[in-house]
């Protein structure tokens, strides 16, 4: 063998050694990295770290022909571990890539196309998958409010809260970057809306607002307010019914913080027509009333059961007047006379 190809030999086995395990394995100083600028044909330029004179490893800045701009760590030719990403006129990614993809935590700052509001500032920082926004981050709308919560596909999807500028708020369940699926909405005036929501609009479940001494609450039915209210006063009272401008009128069901109700008719906010009292103990009045009190026809049951002790008959301004019938608990039947709420006579009455 002649020197040279001895040479030669020797110098190739230079690059080379055997490792632990016997294998060959190139030697570090070849495998190691270099400072250098590589020029592409496409007009796109790297500069920065390169693994055997071509091979983008570690850190590097490679600038598009179109513009764009990406600096950070590489791996084996492509974007992976911390970078930024700049899309001139259009947006800054600075986060975690893995194989070329942002993957892991990241913040992308950008101007929006489309609803909600076109050509705003948007932001989003929170976690990243196959490229896309989520499982779970934060998105900011500059000119409208913060949303924080569940994405998938790339769109607000799942259980999230979004935040307006002006106070109100929402939290419940997203669809495609709509409000969609069991949520409450909560404005700045204390009005809340809760209930089944489809496409940004509560379609089934209860309005509640402020009103004078209390707060009302509506049922939503197929999207539309349904006419019956109830509010419950500061006081403790509760009356479900229709209201005619601020004014219960026609049937109402009243519950008294005493544990006392009424169900009837009610004209100008006070019981007027037909309706039944409960009390508390379980005695009740079904009858006639005027002016908000027991007046005409009607009938006292003492107790829930209205087999026995009743007294059926007239009353005026809230007691007995006139003759009426008594029905002790023998169930026997007594004709009786009050006068301004005093019995003032009484006989069995076969």
Known sequence: MNRLMMFLIAF?????????????ALSEEVASTVDTQLNYSDGSHYEGQVLFGKIRTGHGSYSWSTGEKYEGTWDKDVPSGSGKMIWPGLGVYEGEYIDGKREGEGTFTWTYEGEPENGQPVSYQGQWTDDAVGPNGIMTFANLGTYEGEFSKGARNGRGKFTWLNG??????????????????????????????????????????????????????????QATVSISYDNGTTVSGKLKGDTFVGNVTINYPSGDTYVGTIEFGVKNGKGTYTWKNGAHYVGEWVSDKMSGNGKYYYGKDESVLSLSGTFSQGVPNGTLIYIAENKLRYETIWSNGKCTSIRYKR
């Open 12 to 24: 190739a086995i230079s690059f080379m050694y055997f490792n632990a395990a016997g294998q060959i």
């Open 168 to 225: 109100d708020q929402y939290e419940g369940a997203w669809s495609n970057d709509q409000i969609s699926g069991l949520g409450t909405f909560t404005a700045a005036d204390g009005t809340v809306l809760e209930g089944q929501f489809t496409k940004n609009a509560l379609t089934k479940g209860t309005a509640t607002y402020a009103v004078d001494g209390g707060k009302a609450t509506r049922d939503i039915q197929g999207g539309r307010t």
